[in-house]
Nanobody, 113 residues
Framework: QVQLVESGGGLVQPGGSLRVACVAP????????MGWYRQAPGKERELVAV???????TYGDSVKGRFTISKDNAKNTVYLQMNSLKPEDTAVYYC???????WGKGTLVTVSS
């Protein structure tokens, strides 16, 4: 079974920063666009950011200017750098391989004082 494995979640104060990471199998990572989504309690899952195979990026409106998606092809890893975090960023963050639609199990990010 294909596994996408997220890491790096945790508790951070408002205004702080956090970086989450997702490792994917090379067979997926090299040929697919990779995305981050999030789901807050009682809300639908929403797009956070996507990075294409060529490195172009797309962001959800609520995170533009604060979050940055990047990837390390040598490590088959996609990152989400989150700055200026707000309590409303609290959610489970999921990694997704776009074309094959594989998902990780998620990592919880909690923004609270």
């Amino acid at each position: 079974q294909v596994q996408l494995v997220e890491s790096g979640g945790g508790l951070v104060q408002p205004g702080g920063s956090l970086r989450v990471a997702c490792v994917a199998p090379g067979s997926i990572f090299r040929f697919d666009d990779m995305g981050w989504y999030r789901q807050a309690p009682g809300k639908e899952r929403e797009l956070v950011a996507v990075i294409s195979r060529g490195g172009s990026t797309t962001y959800g409106d609520s995170v533009k200017g604060r979050f940055t998606i990047s990837k390390d092809n040598a490590k088959n890893t996609v990152y989400l750098q989150m700055n200026s975090l707000k309590p409303e960023d609290t959610a489970v963050y999921y990694c997704n391989a776009q074309r094959v639609n594989y998902w990780g199990k998620g990592t919880l990010v909690t923004v609270s004082s």
